[in-house]
């Protein structure tokens, strides 16, 4: 299981991190960023096996390639500012974590308004 390699390896680097803050705080930073963007990066390459998933389920139910393409943008706004908003406070930088994290909620709810848009206009034609 890939789990379990990963947590074993943040288990390591969180030991090292610790030990390291005492010397040189810097460098714990440092090692911790690697780790977050090794741990992105691994992660990441499994997405293109979920994205097809998607695909083709969006083309078996004959929805608009719209939608998945505004899901996808808006999974990504989100996983990306958690990951940089985690970096901050990591860093000690915590107003600048929750700049990073209200920066991505007003970016996914930009995306989400034709969505929106589409429903209510859906539940308009439903009404009498």
Do not use: W
């Not at 947590?7 to 390291?20: E, P, R, S």
């Not at 930073?29 to 780790?35: D, M, S, T």
């Not at 979920?50 to 899901?71: M, S």
Request: proline share 2%; hydrophobic share 60%.
């Amino acid at each position: 299981m890939e789990i379990l390699n990963i947590v074993g390896i943040a288990l390591v680097v969180t030991v090292f991190a610790v030990l390291l803050r005492e010397v040189r705080p810097e460098m714990a930073l440092l090692l911790a960023l690697g780790f977050g963007v090794l741990i992105f990066i691994l992660v990441l390459s499994k997405m293109g096996a979920i994205i097809n998933l998607f695909r083709d389920l969006t083309h078996k139910a004959q929805v608009d390639e719209l939608y998945l393409v505004t899901l996808l943008k808006i999974l990504g706004i989100a996983y990306i500012a958690e990951f940089g908003a985690q970096i901050c406070r990591d860093a000690g930088e915590g107003t600048i974590a929750s700049k990073i994290e209200l920066a991505g909620k007003i970016l996914i709810l930009l995306l989400a308004l034709p969505i929106f848009t589409a429903v209510l206009q859906v539940v308009v034609r439903l009404l009498p």
